[in-house]
């Protein structure tokens, strides 16, 4: 399992404040472009539809001013003078001009244009006499146009049995001030022709394909977001022209409707970086802040220095006191714990010592004094039964008292023995063993194997060499009595200022149970006389292959 550092939770922390905080920015930021969008498409909507009212409006009007001068007796029976209506352009400033055509196709009365009006007047009045005497001019029935950069808008008017007047209209008089910067109005006259304006081009005539059409198109009106072929989004809003059957789009880029909520982003990402960078080192202040003395409390658990200071948060330097109050507390623990071991391995060592004296002692009083009382009771038992006259009866009695008595000096000479060789004190370390091996083949059958060095190598102190003696003795009794060994190898060799020894046996493998158990007294013996020596001893056993012993003592 992986564990964060503090640093990684703090962070962690600030990250969890501050990406809540990016998306909350975020998610007003897609909110608000798309009510900015939606804004836009409404007032693209309501442009288009006042737009469409005045085109309107002005068709109308048109027409309701066309039905009154036709109701004119000047009108109906034309003379050589023109009527007075026709002045009327001069005051109307969307009316270019307007022509009064006989039957026979030519003019014969129009109105006095402006000279900025005069160009277009003309045109229009070439264009509307090849269309009329062409049949293909339809009263009422308006027709747009681009003339001389400008977009105008014809209005034929039959007049019973006179000839036709045509109306010369020019929509951009209505003015550019309801639209918003950039954006444009398009008119569609149901052809392929199209007309468009903004604030900085009046109307001009462009292709039908040049602005984008949405499929909503073919209901009344309707809202629509495109993008052009220049790849520039818009917000579209668009109505149809009751009476002209023309179709008004009015266009808003859709970046001018959302460069403030840009605008307002970008002048807040500073101050939001700011505000990460504040809260991150924020963040790596208070984490060094708190880390610096949980490591040295850290440092300290591993370190002969038990002290750390008390800094930090208020709960960090409670710590810090309660850690320095139990480290003080341990310190003097282990003090006394040192001490009760030294004295507990001052009176081991004393035990021991006082142990092999004692068997030094009972050993020597037993083969000196008990085993010279033997002798001496052999003989008198001797010389007694030979002064009696020998039966049949008396030679078994004899004989069985003899081996009696041998048996019982053999059994004083090996208790003797064991509770001190005199080999070991007589001829040293390396004999003591040989000899010892040689009693446990004897006593076990169980082979054993014996290699040690010469009597000048494994010269060593006393206590070191009785300490030894009466560790091969231990482990060949925990043999001989729980390995179910046929064979021990036996080994001792110096290197340096240490002595090692080695006892290997083929026997079922002690387990770690075993070794771990307090109750194995022979273990607890080993060891206890090996640290007395300042070495130690290591026991491992391998299930059905046998134990191995390892000794290792300070020469």
């Known amino acids: 399992m992986r564990h964060w550092s503090l640093r990684g939770w703090l962070g962690g922390l600030a990250a969890a404040v501050a990406v809540p905080l990016v998306l909350l920015v975020v998610g007003l930021f897609y909110i608000e472009t798309q009510h900015e ?8 909507l309501q442009i288009a539809r006042a737009n469409g009212e005045r085109l309107r409006a002005l068709h109308a009007d048109s027409l309701a001013m066309l039905d009154r001068v036709a109701s004119r007796p000047a009108i109906q029976q ?18 270019v001009n307007v022509f009064f055509f006989g039957p026979d196709g030519n003019v014969r009365c129009e109105g006095a ?22 049949g293909r001019l339809v009263s009422k029935r308006a027709v747009t146009m681009a003339v001389a950069g400008r977009w105008i808008v014809i209005l034929p008017y039959q007049m019973p049995h006179a000839g036709m007047m045509v109306l010369v209209e020019s929509p951009e008089a209505l003015g550019t001030e309801t639209l918003p910067p950039t954006s444009e109005v398009a008119v569609f006259d149901g052809e392929t022709a199209v007309a468009t304006r903004s604030r900085s081009l009046l109307w001009s005539n462009r292709e039908r394909s040049d602005v984008p059409v949405h499929a909503m198109a073919r209901q009344r009106e309707g809202q629509f977001e495109t ?15 009751d009476g002209l059957g ?3 789009y009015v266009g808003i880029p859709t970046e001018d409707v959302t460069r403030h909520v840009w605008r307002f982003l970008w002048k807040g990402l500073p101050a939001g970086v ?24 850290a440092r300290a658990t591993i370190s002969d220095d038990a002290r750390v200071s008390v800094d930090g948060p208020r709960e960090i330097a409670s710590l810090a006191t309660t850690f320095n109050e139990m480290m003080e507390r341990r310190a003097r623990a282990d003090v006394e714990l040192r001490e009760s071991e030294r004295a507990m391995k001052a009176l081991s060592e004393k035990l021991l010592a006082a142990e092999e004296e004692q068997r030094k002692r009972i050993a020597r009083e037993i083969h000196d004094d008990l085993g010279q009382s033997l002798t001496a009771l052999k003989m008198d038992v001797i010389g007694l039964l030979d002064s009696n006259t020998a039966t049949p009866a008396s030679a078994q009695v004899r004989e069985r008292i003899l081996r009696t008595l041998d048996a019982t000096v053999t059994a004083v000479q090996r208790i003797a023995a064991e509770l001190r060789p005199a080999i070991l004190d007589d001829l040293g ?3 003591a063993i040989e000899s010892e091996a040689r009693l446990f083949e004897e006593r076990t059958g169980i082979e054993c194997e014996v290699s040690i060095p010469g009597d000048d190598e494994l010269r060593v102190e006393p206590a070191c060499a009785v300490a030894m003696y009466r560790i091969i003795q231990e482990a060949l009794t925990n043999v001989s009595r729980h390995s179910d060994a046929t064979r021990v190898e036996l080994r001792v060799r110096r290197r340096a200022a240490e002595i090692l020894l080695e006892i290997r046996d083929d026997g079922r493998g002690v387990s770690e149970d075993e070794i771990r158990d307090p109750l194995s007294l022979g273990l607890v013996g080993m060891r206890e ?14 299930a059905g292959r046998g134990t191995i012993v390892s000794v290792r003592i300070p020469a």
């Open 37 to 44: 969008e939606s804004a836009a498409r409404d007032t693209a």
């Open 78 to 95: 034309p003379g050589e003078d023109c009527d007075p209506f026709f002045t009327i352009v001069e005051y109307i400033p969307q009316y």
């Open 113 to 134: 244009t402006t000279a900025s009006d005069r160009l277009v007047s003309n045109a229009t009045r070439a264009w509307a006499t090849r269309e009329l005497r062409a």
């Open 227 to 241: 993008s052009s072929r220049a790849g520039i989004s818009w917000q579209y809003g668009f109505t149809r022209v």
């Open 246 to 248: 023309w179709d008004v």
């Open 274 to 297: 700011a505000i990460g960078l504040f809260v991150a080192g924020l963040a790596l202040f208070f984490a060094r802040r708190i880390q610096k003395p949980i490591d040295a409390l």
């Open 429 to 431: 370390l390396a004999a």
């Open 529 to 542: 006389r090996a640290s007395i020596l300042g070495g130690s001893v290591h026991v491992e056993g391998v």
